[in-house]
């Protein structure tokens, strides 16, 4: 098992749509969770940090994370094509791994016009 | 400010070759990531550098990899012998530091490498 996994799709949502990315992880004692956005050919960049239960909101993102059911997602509202990119997921535990946060292999997103 | 710097952008280099790639992270990051990136691969993970803690290379694939970062700041990754499948994008992330696991990354452009 993976230590953090996505979907890997492609998620394919019509402009306008709300697109809902999705990412578990395995390290139950993990507090910090990121989501960073990769178009194509270029770097990632984060767009979402989360460290409480509940629903963090920024602009069209919502960042939601339970933590006893070990998952974070991600929803767009109002989907443009402009979102459409790579999502990844990244998950920290300050106490494993000398602090090193893990990443998902990523989620693409489509939205078709 | 200026963001996560890293040259060359672009490296073609011959099997066998040993290559340089340089990255300059953001000033004041104590954090510092190497990865590498396959074509629509995920992020494959290197290197992780935290201030002066010895650096954790579980991710290095092989032993021509290695990599050092001078003075806290400046980072090299040395690829020795390069092989084809050594391919890839090389992506430089830094961040404030993983203290209570706020490790927001910050990533440089990428240096593409191409072994011929």
Known sequence: QKEVEQNSGPLSVPEGAIASLNCTYSDRGSQSFFWYRQYSGKSPELIMSIYSNGDKEDGRFTAQLNKASQYVSLLIRDSQPSDSATYLCAVNNVNTNAGKSTFGDGTTLTVKP | ?116
Do not use: M
């Not at chain 2, 990136?37 to 650096?55: C, D, K, T």
């Open chain 2, 1 to 116: 400010g200026a963001g996560v710097s890293q040259s060359p952008s672009n490296k073609v280099t011959e099997k066998g070759k040993d290559v340089e790639l340089r990255c300059d992270p953001i000033s004041g990051h104590t954090a510092l990531y190497w990865y590498r990136q396959s074509l629509g691969q995920g992020l494959e993970f290197l290197i992780y550098f935290q201030g002066n803690s010895a650096p954790d290379k579980s991710g290095l694939p092989s032993d021509r990899f290695s990599a050092e970062r001078t003075g806290g700041s400046v980072s090299t990754l040395t690829i020795q012998r390069t092989q084809q499948e050594d391919s890839a994008v090389y992506l430089c992330a830094s961040s404030l530091g993983t203290q209570g696991g706020i490790d927001e990354q910050f990533f440089g452009p990428g240096t593409r490498l191409t072994v011929l």
